[in-house]
């Protein structure tokens, strides 16, 4: 069930030379407003802009020959879209990308700039994964789930991998959790690759999918999803619940302020732009920071994709 | 006349304790769109937001005891302002700082979140500097100018210092030009610490004093500032145009739309945030982009201190 030391160990080596081994920067001024000895992984510098390239990157090289040849496809209106489209394209695949119709205009242009074959669906789930499978049966294309694909996970989990490598004595992990695919990998790498480490997850109150699926034991999806952090709307899946309920010590919720005002912290006080989704993490550890007193925290600040025309401050 | 390495090294050595030896980034967008190979020293990333950290530490630790005990006074309503009310707090030092009473209330708030002492003054530039006098005589403090002092000059000159030890190789390290301060340090550091290494300065053609001044040879004056880049609307002194007119080799006006675009190039590829004085380096390099393909460029990207409120676009 839980993928091996040996698979996260192979997914380092096997994507190391297609990511950035991101900066790990800390701010003296969140360290004093936390308590704790914060060290930031700068995902929002990875290429694309978010973590999503490093999973993409592992579940492509994981195809044979005769898979590359036929392509990958995904639907995602998301970061996971211009992930799998720049992957592909840097490993000479085609990527076809099953965008809502309604998607924004400047999230298609990014896709079209990394090379993604988009196919416009209604904005159903219904629909877009009927699209999806269209493609894969004309094509022979391989589908890649954004969060839900054990090479996905694995890819994922190099982000962690590579802060623990540097700071093997972190005491917590902090990522956001939307679809769970960055949650569950960092819990690999916090497993394998920590000393006394433990990873723990920042959810908006108002898409709490993973806290409840944590309190139930099932998968839970939402009502509404009125949160300002878009890439935390998704919900688990089967593939990466298990690793999460196994290894992940919990999830502490948010209100949609705190992530506003993390996000402005970081943005102020770091100077570095990063997109609300990974301003939930920070805004877990502040919301609780009397626990986290004197400990040294890794935060995975997941992406930096934001619509500078359209800020929460 | 022109500062000795033996100075440079020396205030290296000086300031290292207490400023950030700041990152250098790449962008792989950035190079393609540029045709050169950039490195962005990250004066962002400093303490307080920007390089006038640097010079503002170095200036204070060449003071005698007895003159530290007196503090230190500037007049400033910019970054120099909490550069040196920051670097005074750490040295346990007293800082004036004098600035207009129509400067914006964030700035204030940010001098005296530092510790700076304020006192306001009428914003012509007369008022400011018989204000700084003024409290020079009754509290005996030495007075800093924020860009023509010689041990400001010095501490600015190790960013480059910094950027030149990680990348000795560099054929041109651009700056902006404003006070003269950045430029002339930086032109110290390539000078020693460049292998064939040119200091090129960007500035605006809204106030292209600096520009002016090397054609005429005597410093020049600007009638009007309209420029976005606001730190750089003051003009060059007696001791750092000297420095300046011997070791920069050229200055290259840009307009404000350039400054803008290149501002937000850096804010979307590389997801940093930097002032609009720092975007003119780029955008200098940008506009004349065919004179410096394949060649390697240093940017020393100055500040991130932006109003979010205001940004332009």
Not at 70 to 98: D, E, M, P, W
Not at 191 to 207: H, L, N
Request: charged share 25%.
């Amino acid at each position: 069930m839980i993928p091996t030391k040996r698979e996260v160990e192979a997914a380092c080596n096997r994507v190391k030379p297609y990511v950035h081994n991101t900066p790990v920067l800390k701010s003296s001024y969140l360290n004093e407003l936390s308590g704790a000895e914060i060290f930031f992984k700068c995902e929002n510098f990875q290429k694309m802009g978010a973590f999503k390239m490093r999973g993409a990157t592992n579940a492509i090289l994981q195809l044979s020959e005769a898979q590359k040849r036929a392509g990958v496809v995904t639907h995602s209106s998301g970061n996971f879209a211009q992930a799998l489209s720049l992957a592909a394209r840097n490993l000479g695949v085609k990527a076809y990308i099953v965008m809502p119709e309604n998607a924004p205009q400047v999230k298609k242009d990014a896709v079209k700039g990394y090379g993604g074959i988009i196919t416009e669906s209604e904005s159903t789930s219904t629909a877009r994964e009927q699209e999806a499978e269209r493609i894969q049966k004309e094509t022979g294309a391989t589908f890649i789930h954004p969060s839900n694909d054990k090479n996905v996970i694995l890819g994922n989990a190099t982000s962690a991998a590579e802060l623990l490598e540097s700071h093997p004595d972190l005491d917590y992990v902090f990522t956001p959790v939307g679809g769970g695919g960055l949650l569950a990998g960092t819990s690999l790498s916090v497993k394998y690759f920590g000393a006394s480490c433990k990873t723990i997850g920042g959810e908006p109150f108002e898409v709490d999918d993973a806290f409840r699926s944590l309190q139930s034991g099932k998968i839970e999806l939402n009502d509404t999803a009125n949160t300002i952090a878009d890439g935390l709307k998704t919900f688990l899946g089967d593939i990466n619940f298990p690793i999460i309920r196994e290894l992940v010590s919990e999830i502490i919720r948010v209100e949609e302020t705190e992530i506003i005002a993390a996000m402005k912290l970081i943005w102020e006080r770091m100077k570095i732009i990063v997109e609300p989704s990974s301003a939930v993490a920070l805004a877990a550890l502040l919301r609780d920071k009397e626990r986290f007193k004197n400990k040294k925290v890794g935060i995975i600040l997941s992406g930096g994709n934001v619509d500078l025309k359209n800020l929460p401050f």
